[in-house]
């Protein structure tokens, strides 16, 4: 008779929330996950002394909870490499490197390299966006998105590309802007209404280019928004109308849809947004 729990209880409580085990295991690694981020803020203001010592402790204690959580995560799911390659997969892996890598990077040559893999540290953060039901459907917009995302930021850049050049050949050197990549610069900042002020435009025909480029950054500021807020809608739309088939509980299932996709049953009409 074995006393070790089957990969099926094991999964029911890792990747479940619908278990007193599961909320038990997810409430407790929240708590956790916090607490190695707290540490690895605060390390990094501690370089010496007694509580560099009580940090280097307490990380390589998260360091081997997580790297627990991660075996046995890869252990009970159905598809270890599926997961491994996720997301979350791959924050979970990032939430265990860290402490391993920077113990094998060691000498003075490497401090830089050491303070990059420390940092990752705080990528743990990001495990918290599976406890957030509303934090999956904002992936799931942005994902939907993608592509008109991508074409609007292309046209962005293209636009940066020509307004920096328009704004070397009317300034010039004498006036800040020394080169084509500058005059770049100085669109990007304009666009986005950063405006450092570091590079400024003396002449008329400058200050009314820069004006153009000017209302053109608010444009830049509310396509974007719009184009992820529709579809935000449209999957919160989806999600509120899914249904769960009778026979077979699957979800997932299109807004119109009559009949279950995976077994065929009717569906019950969805309900009405109030």
């Not at 303070?115 to 994902?143: D, G, P, Q, W």
């Not at 050197?173 to 986005?192: Q, R």
Request: glycine letters at 8%; a neutral charge; proline letters at 5%.
């Amino acid at each position: 008779m074995s006393f070790l729990p089957s990969k099926a209880a094991v999964h029911r409580v890792i990747f479940g929330t619908d278990t007193p085990g599961g909320r038990l295991f997810d409430e407790v690694l929240i708590v956790v996950i916090l607490l190695s981020v707290a540490v690895a803020i605060f390390d990094s203001a501690v370089q010496e002394g007694a509580w560099q010592q009580v940090f280097t402790v307490l990380e390589w204690g998260f360091t081997l909870l997580f790297t627990v959580e991660y075996l046995l995560r890869l252990w009970c799911s159905p598809n270890p490499s599926r997961y491994a390659r996720s997301f979350y997969g791959i924050i979970d892996l990032l939430a265990t490197l860290p402490a391993y890598l920077a113990y094998f990077y060691s000498g003075a040559g490497m401090l830089l390299v050491i303070r990059l893999v420390r940092v990752l540290r705080i990528f743990r953060i990001l495990k918290l966006l599976a406890y957030v039901e509303e934090a999956n459907v904002l992936m799931v917009s942005l994902y939907a998105s993608r592509r008109k995302i991508l074409v609007f930021l292309s046209s962005v850049f293209v636009a940066a590309i020509v307004f920096g050049s328009l704004m070397y050949v009317v300034e010039g050197p004498e006036n800040g802007f020394s080169s084509i990549p500058k005059g770049i610069y100085w669109a990007v900042i304009t666009i986005t209404t950063v405006g450092y002020g570091d590079m400024v435009p003396h002449t008329p025909l400058g200050q009314a280019l820069a004006a153009v480029v000017m209302l053109v950054g608010y444009s830049v500021i509310a396509v974007p928004t719009g184009i992820v807020t529709s579809e935000l809608l449209y999957q919160m739309q989806r999600r509120h109308n899914d249904r769960h088939c009778p026979g077979c509980a699957a979800s997932g299932h299109e807004p119109d849809a009559q009949f279950c996709r995976h077994c065929g049953t009717p569906l019950a009409e969805p309900a009405e947004i109030t």
